[in-house]
């Protein structure tokens, strides 16, 4: 049989039209069967490699589980924490937990089937406040024409409502879809619902945002929110206010991914590092971490600043953070500096802030 991929170029010569064009023709359903297979490879190698990353966020959530198993078996016994440092402790592991089942939801999507324990019954949601005011949202088909030609009948609708809040006030997303059917052709066409950080739960994302402004610009705990929440009239408990915010710091990881990759993108960079008080559970004390923050030259047209919390001050941080990055690098004389900047396309410019100090 004629292997037409290892002829070569004289080969061909002295050979009819027709016998060349049948070369031809089997040449290029050649290149089609490797193209077709080199299709299915890529679509198999995706499929492979998002298998890998759901089962690599089932392992984290089952290692996460695990822990939280020993901290409450042993933790008791070996430290020395009041109820209120448990409280904290209580709605930090619910944050984890509700950000680890927002990533495993969104790596699952259609093609994983639910596990068991999503079959289970989950615990009866309270009705919103009938006080609260509703700020209704109609859904509407652009066009209420079916295929046949004949205008279709509103034959109901569904309701879904989420709650919302400005600051001092509640209110409620009333959404109305409004259903339309065909009764000739037995056609029911309806709006899709928008996408939210929770989906199927009660909160917006404003309220949800609130809550994350709340706890971590403000500093208000779960338990005093609940409070305030509570002199409106609406029940959230701290459980519930911080497996929101869990879902919603999953949801702000794709933002700020972008904007370390926006920030980092600029050839001029200043660096710095600021030291925080951190709680070491079981001390009684605290110990010093860190946040790293990186921020763009001043003659950028767009200012822009990342921050990276750190345990540490050492250059294993920067190292890490500015792996993929090169260009001007604006810090102090700090020495934890010298490894980033041993690297290749970066170069150091002192700070002019710190220089002044030796004359002024």
């Not at 991914?257 to 600029?266: K, S």
């Not at 860190?290 to 990276?308: H, K, L, M, N």
């Amino acid at each position: 049989m004629l292997e037409v991929h290892a002829l070569k170029a004289e080969d061909l010569q002295g050979l009819d039209a027709r016998t060349i064009a049948d070369i031809a023709a089997k040449m290029l359903a050649h290149i089609g069967e490797q193209s077709s297979r080199i299709d299915s490879q890529a679509r198999e190698i995706q499929r492979k490699d998002a298998e890998l990353e759901f089962k690599t966020a089932k392992l984290d959530k089952i290692t996460f589980e695990l822990a939280r198993l020993k901290a409450w078996k042993y933790g008791a016994k070996t430290e020395a924490m009041s109820e209120q440092q448990r409280r904290l402790f209580e709605e930090t592991l619910a944050e984890d937990a509700a950000a680890l089942e927002a990533r495993l939801r969104a790596l699952q999507g259609d093609a994983v089937p639910p596990s068991g324990n999503a079959r289970r019954s989950k615990p009866r949601r309270q009705a919103l406040p009938e006080h609260l005011r509703r700020v209704e949202h109609r859904h509407e088909p652009e066009d209420t024409t079916c295929t046949c030609g004949r205008p279709m009948l509103r034959v109901g609708e569904e309701v879904s409502e989420r709650l919302d809040i400005v600051p001092a006030e509640f209110f409620v997303h009333r959404h109305v879809y409004g259903k339309w059917a065909c009764r000739c052709c037995q056609v029911l066409v309806q709006e899709p619902a928008a996408p939210q950080i929770i989906e199927q739960g009660v909160p917006s994302a404003g309220l949800v945002a609130h809550t994350l402004v709340s706890r971590f610009v403000d500093h208000i705990p779960y338990y005093r929110q609940a409070q305030i929440n509570a002199r409106s009239g609406v029940h959230t408990p701290r459980s519930t206010l911080a497996a929101w915010s869990g879902a919603g710091g999953a949801g702000l990881e794709p933002l700020f991914d972008e904007h370390r990759r926006w920030v980092l993108g600029c050839r001029v960079l200043h660096a710095d590092e600021t030291p925080v008080r951190l709680l070491d559970p079981g001390s009684g004390k605290t110990k010093k971490a860190y946040v790293w923050a990186y921020a763009r030259g001043a003659f950028d047209t767009a200012p822009g600043v990342v921050y990276d919390f750190c345990l540490g001050r050492g250059s294993q941080y920067p190292v890490d953070f500015l792996a993929q990055w090169s260009g001007t690098l604006v810090c102090d004389d700090y020495k934890g500096y010298d490894p980033v900047l041993n690297a290749e396309g970066r170069t150091e410019a002192g700070c002019l802030a710190h220089a002044r100090r030796k004359f002024d």
